[in-house]
């Protein structure tokens, strides 16, 4: 059997806006989204029969339809009309329930490795289609790099990519559930919202000073007032130099840009006192 791996990067948002509710309660949302050189790997198997069999490095995850990555691999052999039997495999490392995607991205690395499994027999398109059905995120997960997402996170513009950033992502030891802060969001008054025209040029021009005078995450406020830990993450960062320091997602995942090498180090040191999952990344 030929195995077909792909790594599966996580996520942070630049900017996060929501910009109306459907009749359907789903939000509409503006955000930019970059993706992130901490990653899972995921491997696929193709075989003779039928059934699908996930293997996870984190036991705590569900290895059935609860997983998404099962349910990516379900709703691909349903889109192409084929029984075959499947395995996956996943490394985790990104943190779960960080707000970095982690599960929407091994959902798209799924999709992404049983594609090539089938000979590409669907596009791009089609893949991001599919993906959309499992959760907002996907689509951008198999897209990758920077964007613009907007709809319900299925209309995709393409950003150049942040160059030569030093960053630093650290989540508390506690994770929330997407759906619970956008449930509490719905209840929030939200005083202050990205400008994401100038979010976008600031990216553009690889300006981080420039992100920061424009950029906002709606759900921080929500995220935020259930859990103050996150602000104090934030001012950690801002006292060791950090050129912007923000929640990524629904949270509760805090990352933050810095200039010097010095700086981003002595500030993870720090941090890694109290927190399990603190990394230095480079995009
Ligand atoms: P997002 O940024 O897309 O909102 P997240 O990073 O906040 O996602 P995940 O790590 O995707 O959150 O986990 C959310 C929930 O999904 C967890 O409670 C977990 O049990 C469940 N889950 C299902 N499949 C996976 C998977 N492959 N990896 C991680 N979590 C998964």
Redesign the pocket.
């Known amino acids: 059997m030929k195995a077909f791996s792909s790594v599966a990067n996580g996520k942070i948002n630049l900017s996060l806006d929501i910009t109306g509710i459907r009749p359907d309660g789903y939000h509409e949302v503006a955000m930019v989204m970059h993706s992130v050189p901490l990653f899972d790997v995921v491997t696929v198997e193709v075989g003779e029969g039928e059934g699908i069999t996930l293997e996870?490095s984190d036991k705590t995850?569900?290895t059935d339809s609860?997983?998404?990555?099962y349910r990516a691999a379900e709703k691909y052999l349903d889109r192409i009309n084929e029984k075959s039997r499947i395995y996956i495999r996943?490394k985790?490392n990104?943190p779960?329930?960080?707000?970095?995607?982690?599960?929407?991205t091994?959902a798209a690395a799924v999709l992404k490795c049983l594609n090539r499994a089938f000979d590409e027999r669907l596009d791009e398109k089609e893949l991001m289609e599919i993906g959309l059905t499992l959760?907002a995120?996907v689509p951008f997960c198999i897209k990758g790099g920077c964007c613009l997402s907007e709809g319900i996170g299925e209309v995709l513009t393409e950003i150049p990519t942040l160059k030569g950033k030093k960053l630093l992502v650290a989540k508390p030891n506690f994770s929330v559930s997407?759906k619970d802060v956008y449930t509490e969001y719905d209840h929030t008054e939200i005083k202050k919202r990205p400008d994401t025209k100038a979010v976008i040029e600031a990216v553009k021009n690889n300006d981080i000073l420039a992100l920061k005078e424009s950029t906002h995450n709606v759900l921080e406020e929500v995220t935020k007032g259930i859990h103050p830990e996150i602000g104090v993450i934030e001012d950690i960062m801002y006292s060791h130099k950090a050129d912007l320091s923000m929640m990524t997602?629904?949270g509760p995942t805090v990352f933050g840009f810095f200039q010097k090498d010095e700086d981003i180090k002595t500030c993870a040191d720090k941090l890694k006192e109290t927190l399990k999952d603190v990394c230095i990344l480079k995009i």
């Open positions: 996870i995850l569900p609860k997983n998404i990555a996943i985790k990104i779960v329930g960080a707000g970095m995607a982690g599960g929407s091994d959760g995120d997407t997602g629904s």
